[in-house]
């Protein structure tokens, strides 16, 4: 989790008006071929992240994926939400990067039916393209806010090589990852 992340779920909260963001670690990912962390790592580092961003909405990690078990389809995690809190909207909250992949995702008509998909400029996106792809497929609201350039990769880069990542995670993030000697070598 990084600035970035927590970034996005200030401006949703905000842009919104939010009552209530579920922060949902994958817990298989389908398009991912790399080792991720240990699902519970990443599910403490969200809470280190998260913790306290808002006064205004309440912000919960959730572990839903976890419990559904096997490859984690948004589609099917926004459908098993449905269940759970019936009548209720649902935004899904992704990063420009995941918007240009968008068409390529497991039924992502179905997730334009049964969610507001709202995108989020990362760096490196350019907002202008994003609201053109985000008209061309239909339904998509792209946020306007200030791009905040950190990517994992980077993080776990410079992890590796001994630099520092205090700009580009929260600081309990960094203290997690510093305490649990995570991504050096």
Not at 92 to 100: A, E, N, Q
Request: proline letters at 3%; aromatic letters at 8%.
């Amino acid at each position: 989790m990084h600035n970035g992340h927590v970034h996005l779920a200030k401006e949703a909260i905000e842009q919104l008006k939010l009552r209530k963001l579920l922060v949902i670690p994958t817990f298989e990912p389908p398009h991912k071929a790399a080792k991720l962390l240990s699902f519970d790592t990443r599910m403490d580092m969200c809470v280190q992240a998260f913790n306290g961003i808002s006064d205004k909405c309440e912000v919960t990690i959730s572990d839903i994926e976890r419990k559904m078990g096997g490859v984690s389809y948004t589609i099917n995690t926004i459908r098993e939400l449905a269940r759970q809190f019936p009548g209720e909207q649902f935004y899904l909250l992704i990063g420009g990067d995941m918007l240009f992949s968008f068409k390529a995702w497991f039924k992502y008509e179905s997730i334009l039916k049964e969610s507001k998909v709202c995108a989020v400029a990362r760096g490196g996106d350019n907002f202008t393209d994003m609201l053109e792809f985000a008209a061309e497929i239909g339904r998509i609201k792209v946020l306007p806010t200030s791009i905040v350039d950190v990517s994992s990769t980077e993080i776990r880069r410079r992890i590796a090589d001994g630099g520092d990542i205090s700009e580009l995670v929260p600081r309990k993030v960094a203290e997690y990852i510093a305490a649990n000697d995570l991504y050096r070598g």
